[in-house]
């Protein structure tokens, strides 16, 4: 349990900025939805997002259709 609060406390105020720079047009149904997951669903969209494992998991998932712009 410890572990999981001393995760949280050096992930708290970190971000990570993703754009759409792919269509999810004739791409597997999960992959639009991990996009809508994100918050992105049109092309050259922007989102700033808390960095957790699970974000960079979906990052990882649509990589080819995102790019991370920044992370801070």
Same mark, same amino acid.
């Given at each position: 349990? =410890?572990?999981?609060?001393? @995760?949280?406390?050096?992930?708290?105020?970190?971000?990570? &900025?993703? $754009?759409?720079?792919? %269509?999810?047009?004739?791409?597997?149904?999960?992959?639009? =939805?991990?996009?809508?997951? @994100?918050?992105?669903?049109?092309?050259?969209?922007?989102? &700033?997002? $808390?960095?957790?494992? %699970?974000?960079?998991?979906?990052?990882?998932?649509?990589?080819?259709?995102?790019?991370?712009?920044?992370?801070?």
């Amino acid at each position: 349990m =410890a572990d999981t609060k001393t @995760l949280a406390a050096k992930t708290a105020g970190k971000t990570v &900025t993703v $754009e759409q720079i792919g %269509s999810p047009t004739r791409r597997p149904d999960d992959q639009r =939805a991990t996009l809508v997951g @994100l918050g992105l669903n049109k092309m050259h969209r922007r989102r &700033t997002l $808390e960095d957790t494992s %699970s974000v960079r998991g979906m990052i990882a998932k649509v990589s080819h259709l995102v790019r991370v712009v920044d992370e801070a």
